[in-house]
């Protein structure tokens, strides 16, 4: 009578000792036969080294950037009840003092005063929440409008193709600040219902939700090419699924990864742009903080009182870099690995 084998020790995870085609039909929900192709998904989609990333987490400058975001939105969404000096109050005795300032430091406020005796601290956390409501309100605008272009484009092919792509085509061969510049003009002069253009806050959103269209709309047609070929996705239609279901349950739901991904770092970019308008004279009101004006107004002070400037700038940098670093995250955890396909 043959002796029966004896089982191994446990690994932690199943699948490592399973045969190999029951490890294919794991990673592929079919139970397809083994060939080549489906090794190679099997080994990219439940390998060990997906594993332990997955196992990592975000790593430690995920967390940081993390922190760092979570911190910047909470002291702009909390600044009204916040302990802080009116923005716009004016005292002569902290003028053009701070660190780094040429007249010294001004006690009792940590960032110092700018060139009116305005506190920093206070201008800084109002000059977030105007600026992240910007870019996130224009970004917004693109994830929606870009996005509903990307997948009808991606989707239907053909002559719908044709159009969206050229349509996006069009708008990416102008340059973004030159639109967005025009735009904010254009938006800002035209008669409304009351007889004057759009709120500048406003005009701002519009321009740069336009402008970032293109380029969230062709990521999310790319990513809607790929998904709409997909075994699940033929399947589907073979058994009679309309295309509004095919799209919103099936294709939509693979696509967002992606268009998360691109809108954390289109809303970098948004922040970036609205201190490039407010340098060039095209931001929101002069009295109205945001981060780009403050830059875009010290900068006449720049050897006297240099804060006026770094400080804002560092807002901006820190937060642009951490908005990139969890687009980065975002991406890799919920990318499919197709580029080993």
């Known amino acids: ?22 490890l294919v039909g794991a990673a592929t929900g079919r139970g397809m036969p083994v060939d080549a192709g489906t090794i190679e998904i099997a080994a990219v989609e439940t390998g060990p080294e997906v594993r332990r990333r997955r196992r990592r987490g975000i790593g430690v400058a995920g967390w940081l950037s993390l922190g760092w975001i979570v911190l910047v939105v909470g002291l702009a969404l909390l600044a009204p009840v916040l302990p802080l000096d009116d923005p716009k109050e004016i ?7 701070g660190p780094f300032a040429e007249a010294g430091s001004a006690s009792g406020h940590l960032l110092g005063g700018d ?14 929440r105007t600026t992240l409501l910007v870019a996130s309100a224009a970004v917004a605008v693109g994830f929606v409008l870009g996005g509903a272009l990307g997948l009808l484009g991606g989707y239907f092919r053909g002559k719908v193709d044709l159009l969206v792509s050229g349509l996006l085509d069009v708008f990416l061969s102008i340059p973004a600040v030159i639109l967005a510049l025009a735009l904010v003009v254009i938006l800002r002069t035209q008669p409304g219902t009351d007889g004057g253009g759009l709120d500048p806050v406003a005009a701002l959103i519009l321009a740069i ?18 998904w709409s070929e997909r075994e699940f996705v033929l399947a589907a239609r073979a058994q009679g699924a309309t295309h509004r279901r095919i799209v919103f349950r099936e294709v939509l739901p693979n696509v967002l990864p992606a268009m998360f991904s691109i809108a954390l770092l289109g809303i970098a970019v948004a922040i970036v742009a609205e201190g490039t308008l407010s340098i060039l004279g095209a931001g929101v009101e002069a009295g109205t903080p945001t981060w780009g004006n403050m830059i875009a107004i010290g900068r006449t ?22 908005l990139n670093m969890l687009g980065d995250v975002v991406r890799s955890r919920f990318d499919v690995r197709e580029g080993g396909l």
């Open 115 to 128: 060139y009116n005796g305005r506190d920093m601290l206070s201008r800084l956390i109002w000059g977030g």
């Open 209 to 226: 939700g336009l402008v970032s269209i293109p380029v969230l709309g062709r990521i999310t047609r790319a990513s809607t090419l790929s």
């Open 91 to 97: 005292n002569t005795a902290i003028a053009r003092r």
């Open 301 to 322: 002070q720049l050897q006297r009182a240099p804060h006026v400037v770094f400080e804002p700038a560092i807002m901006i940098f820190l937060t642009v870099l951490s």
């Open 1 to 22: 009578m043959p002796e029966r084998p004896v089982p191994g020790p446990p690994t932690g995870d199943a699948r490592v000792d399973e045969p190999l085609d029951d």
